[in-house]
């Protein structure tokens, strides 16, 4: 589903966020992206959706070098996307159910169409009943899982998280980790970045750690093996 290739990120100014980064999530796979503040996580997140571009190495999303899309091919990608983030960057003077439904309008669906997935994709994160209610009125996890049901809402076959536990408290961290592990049992690819080793420790999913921009790639069963 998704392949790096020897990927190589260099920012503007020098900075480089990524070293020859390798390793394959296969499709219905969940996998952790680990490691330190700006250790290339966010980074690597935006590579697979286009956010950014590669300087050396392929991508290759659904057997597409996504690398070599043209601008104008990206919105095509990022449909097939789900992103989520630390900050969920919901829209405040929207209700609920608007927020939800922005990343359908794009798609032309009929009315009646994006009323059964917009209350659909409520319905999973559990906030159907706020659905006329502002970001404003909501808790901290509540708005969250509004920011899972927008990226969920157009069913996309990948998601990707950045920090979506950071600003929340351990159990609520659990809630939110426990929809993405339902989302990857229907088939859904899913990876995570996250510095926060506690939600990881015990996992059965891979593990992408990566290290100044290098990467290396384990279980937790390997880990326990190895006494590491
Ligand atoms: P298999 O995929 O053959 O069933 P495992 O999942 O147990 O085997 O992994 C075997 C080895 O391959 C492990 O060392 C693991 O770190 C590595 N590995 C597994 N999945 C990936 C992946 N998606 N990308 C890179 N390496 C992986
Ligand atoms: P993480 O998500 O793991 O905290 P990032 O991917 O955000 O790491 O950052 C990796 C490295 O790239 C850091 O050294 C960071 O300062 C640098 N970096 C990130 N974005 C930019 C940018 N737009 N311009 C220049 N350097 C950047």
Do not use: W
């Not at 590579?47 to 919105?75: M, Q, V, W, Y």
């Not at 960057?89 to 059964?116: C, Q």
């Not at 509004?146 to 659990?174: C, F, H, Y």
Request: hydrophobic share 40%; charged share 20%.
């Amino acid at each position: 589903m998704i392949h790096f290739l020897e990927v190589s990120k260099v920012y503007l100014g020098g900075r480089q966020a990524l070293q020859n980064v390798s390793f394959h999530l296969t499709k219905g796979q969940m996998a952790f992206l680990m490691g330190h503040s700006g250790a290339g996580k966010s980074t690597l997140l935006k590579l697979i959706c286009g956010l950014e571009r590669a300087n050396a190495g392929r991508i290759l999303f659904s057997g597409h070098d996504i690398t070599r899309l043209k601008n104008a091919e990206l919105p095509f990608l990022r449909r097939q996307i789900g992103m989520i983030f630390q900050e969920h960057h919901l829209l405040f003077d929207r209700t609920v159910y608007d927020n939800v439904s922005m990343p359908l309008i794009i798609t032309g669906k009929s009315t009646e169409n994006m009323r059964r997935r917009v209350s659909a994709a409520l319905d999973k994160v559990n906030l159907l009943d706020k659905a006329k209610n502002f970001p404003v009125q909501l808790s901290g996890g509540e708005q969250q899982r509004v920011g899972i049901a927008r990226a969920i809402v157009n069913k996309p076959m990948v998601l990707l998280a950045d920090e979506p536990t950071g600003n929340l408290d351990p159990s609520l961290s659990q809630t939110i980790m426990q929809l993405f592990g339902e989302f990857n049992r229907v088939g859904v690819t899913v990876l995570i970045a996250t510095h926060n080793i506690k939600l990881v420790n015990h996992s059965q999913h891979l593990l992408l750690t990566l290290n100044r921009g290098r990467m290396s790639v384990s279980t937790n069963d390997e880990k326990e093996k190895n006494n590491i």
